[in-house]
């Protein structure tokens, strides 16, 4: 493998993952502006937005990466370019369409959310306002990902990697300076200040493609040297092209849209559910919002953890293709324990600190109660959307994509029902409760079809698990004691951010250290260090 490969693959591993970090770190002083009332009604209109722009794409970003880097492999650099005419025919197209959806089905999507009879909270016009700005971002997404997919098939990651790292700052910057414009020295609405915010995804998306159009014009004699050299430059029927990469591109949809399906039943559905038993709108948009923020704190273990489990998943497809089940069947055992091995501690840690870390990172200001409250109850949620993920991968490797679409549809329809009926039980905690049931029916399903395809047996996780649980739950009494310990120590004289600041700290700083500490030393632990530098090799 040449450096130069090498080199560009850590440069768009990095912009992904400074992207994530950014996305992740801005809602902090975003929510500190706006608070829950305007992160919900930012919410409203970025749910069904990431739905959307998964459908327009279809996956095709990745699958056109696949193809083009195939092609080229073969010396048919012709082909490569054909396909990025089409496919930017087929995106533009897809984008149009997606936008005119979005856009008009606005008014549908805010009635589902807002009762106009409760002037409580939000009003129609203001989600119907906020959703009509997003729905831009739809002309021009979709067509900058193929680019992307264009440029990493032909094994130039530089400006896939440039491209997401400008795209993603100029959309914060647009988001931080426009909204802190508008509420502080223009003193707007609060739905013009959220619609400012929505609208800097189209903002950040023609960054971003502005960056590949430059590059793609520097290097376009580069470009056509390569095609008019090239040995076996052959064109495919249309047809037969986007057959094969539409054969490519569904697989990576399906595991990709399970968690965004599950916040939009929870965005779509919890406002009007906590009306029915007696909320006020206002009441009722803020638990929605706040759960909302709790997933985005769920979400950072669930993406680390998977960042690592997930490099093994190309192995494991490669083993089943030439028929290796032995090799299979390790993979699949080493991806498990990877990715157990970092989402558990994380997630009990958030469900023992979920009060404190809420409160450092959302503030005083945004319910931090209530905050606590869910984000203990959701931490083990980093649990099963991991466990999904990787499962959901597996069963694209071993091509059982059919089944999959069956048990993420059995975990959805099990999540609309009980998002209504346990909301009159448990109140807050419903919605909770019911992504637990039915991410853990779509777990359940898809690793009965794993034992079942490949006859892989289970009692081979048993015994390294059991010591990454037990480690775990030590770490976790001991996060416990330092947390109780240091809330009993700091005079009273801190404030309750200050005092939830010290005691985040130092209980993160000693689980973190006890855990890596002693399972570096267990067996578990010297076996993922080998599968680490298996992977990396």
Known sequence: MNNSFIRGTFFLTAATLISKVLGFIYIIPFTALVGTKGYILYKYAYSPYTILLSISTIGLPLAVSKVVSKYNELGNYRLGLTL???????????????FLALYSFAPLLAGFVIDPND??????????????????????????????????????????????VVEQVVRILFILVGVYVAIHILHSTLRDAVGLAVFAAFVGGIAGFAVLLIVFYKRRNLIRQQRDRSPNNEDLHVRSMFKELIGYAIPFVLAGLAIPIYQNIDTFTINRTFQSIGYRL????????????????VMVPVSLATAFGMSLIPGITSAYTSGRMKDVHTKITQTIILLMFFTLPAALGLCVLGKQVYTVVFGLGNSPALGGKILQWYSLAAVVFALFTVTAAILQGINRQRKLIVGLTLGVLLKIVLNVGLAPYFEEIGPILATYAGFTVSILFNVMVIKKAIQYKLRQLFKPLSEIVLLAALMTVVVWIVSSLSGNWLPDSLSMYSRSLVITIQSVFTGAVLYLGIGMRLRVGKEMLKIRRGSDQ
Do not use: C, H, K
């Open 84 to 98: 990025l005419r089409y496919g930017m025919y087929l995106m533009i197209g897809s984008g149009i369409l997606s």
């Open 119 to 164: 002037p409580t909270g939000n009003s129609r016009e203001d989600v119907q306002f906020v959703i009509r700005l997003v729905s831009f971002a739809l002309l021009i997404i979709p067509a900058m990902s193929i680019f992307r997919g264009y440029f990493q098939g032909s094994q130039s990651m530089g400006p896939s990697a440039m491209s997401t």
């Open 282 to 297: 206002a009441d009722a948009e803020n638990v929605n919002s706040v759960i909302g923020l709790a997933q985005i704190l």
